[in-house]
């Protein structure tokens, strides 16, 4: 294994599996046949957009369009005329190319993620030098004539210049190429490389779906899956941060303590603010702050609907939903508190504020709206 294996890489959730080595994409077959069907019929674009929430399979679609293009050649007329169309993307784990691929071998794809500085530090984006190392990519790789695959993860990472060079690829692409962009917010890309890509749209996945690519994953499951799917809203990738961060029981605990209001119980409150100032707590502490916008944007959407969302993310959260926020002037109360909730953690933690201090705050703010 080389020095830059043991590196935690950009494009791979911690805890999962890379995309490269996931075969399988549950729940996401209508994206999978659009892609054929283009193929299929001689209209396979050079540019493809891969959109939806993250952590949805949208890499690992991307990989496995890689793995299928790199593995399956053109179509010719023979003595018995053409071979029949592929109907599936599957390639044989066994498959020369599929090896390549697992070993990050393969000559035909060259995989754009952020890279690291000369200090040895992760970007926070894709720059222009991560881009035009795909010139040399092309130039090496030209002469066998075979096809070439980029995929770049995430697109959304790209900095302006990074993005304008990639644009001048798409408007040139060199023959037989397929570039292959990955994004969670395609409003951020520029709308000239919007333009010349067709787009594949992955969307939530079902609660079995998510079971099913969890299990994949070889992460324990919890017992209480209905709980995480409401939690996770589709993404396998919220859901393992949820499973390996505790985020089960953060949100259980948040929900007690909500449930305790208007009197508010401050030895749970208190508990929940220490945990947040822990050392090394600092992914515990990003995940609250997000738990508690889910929570409060739940009792809005309760009072809003006159009902709770279905199903419950965490045990008594129906009964302390309706009862908090019974109907439509309570649940824009609920919403006002969430945007300044959002807003007050956002500036804290740029400010270096205290996280247990930040917490207690909003859980007082909480109670106050409780109290109304």
Request: proline content about 8%; charged content about 25%.
């Amino acid at each position: 294994m080389s020095a830059d294996d043991e590196l935690p890489r950009a494009d791979q959730a911690e805890g999962a599996p890379h995309p490269r080595e996931t075969l399988r994409l549950i729940g996401q077959d209508s994206a999978e046949r659009d892609f054929l069907t283009a193929y299929n019929s001689d209209r396979l674009h050079h540019g493809w957009l891969l959109t939806g929430p993250q952590g949805v399979g949208k890499a690992t679609l991307a990989w496995r369009i890689a793995r299928f293009l790199l593995a399956t050649p053109p179509a010719e007329e023979g003595l018995f005329g053409a071979p029949p169309p592929p109907e599936t993307l599957d390639i044989d784990p066994d498959h020369p190319v599929s090896h390549r691929m697992q070993a990050l071998a393969e000559p035909g794809l060259a995989p754009i993620t952020r890279s690291y500085d000369d200090k040895g530090k992760l970007r926070s984006q894709i720059v222009v030098d991560d881009i035009r190392k795909l010139n040399r990519f092309f130039g090496l790789s030209a002469t066998d004539g075979g096809r070439r695959v980029v995929i770049v993860d995430a697109a959304d990472d790209m900095n302006v210049s990074a993005a304008n060079a990639l644009l001048k690829m798409l408007e040139e692409p060199p023959a037989r190429t397929t570039i292959l962009l990955i994004s969670h917010q395609p409003s951020r890309l520029l709308p000239t490389i919007r333009s010349r890509c067709r787009t594949l749209r992955l969307g939530p996945l079902s609660a079995p779906d998510m079971e099913a690519a969890l299990a994949q994953s070889g992460v324990e499951l919890p017992r209480n899956m209905d709980n995480l799917a409401a939690l996770a809203g589709g993404s396998v990738g919220a859901a393992l941060r949820l499973i390996n961060l505790g985020g089960l029981k953060i949100y259980a605990e948040l929900v007690q303590i909500l449930d305790s209001m208007p009197r508010l119980d401050r030895q749970r409150a208190m508990a929940l603010a220490e945990a947040a100032a822990q050392r090394g707590a600092a992914e515990r502490f990003e995940l609250l702050l997000s738990l508690t916008e889910m929570a409060l944007a739940r009792l809005a959407r309760t009072g809003a609907t006159g009902a709770p969302p279905a199903p419950e993310a965490a045990p008594q959260e129906a009964a302390m939903l309706s009862r908090l926020s019974p109907d439509p002037r309570k649940a824009r109360a609920w919403a006002d508190l969430a945007a300044e909730v959002t807003a007050r953690a956002r500036h804290g933690q740029a400010v270096n504020l205290d996280p247990a201090a930040l917490v207690l705050d909003t859980v007082f703010k909480m109670q106050e709206t409780a109290s109304r």
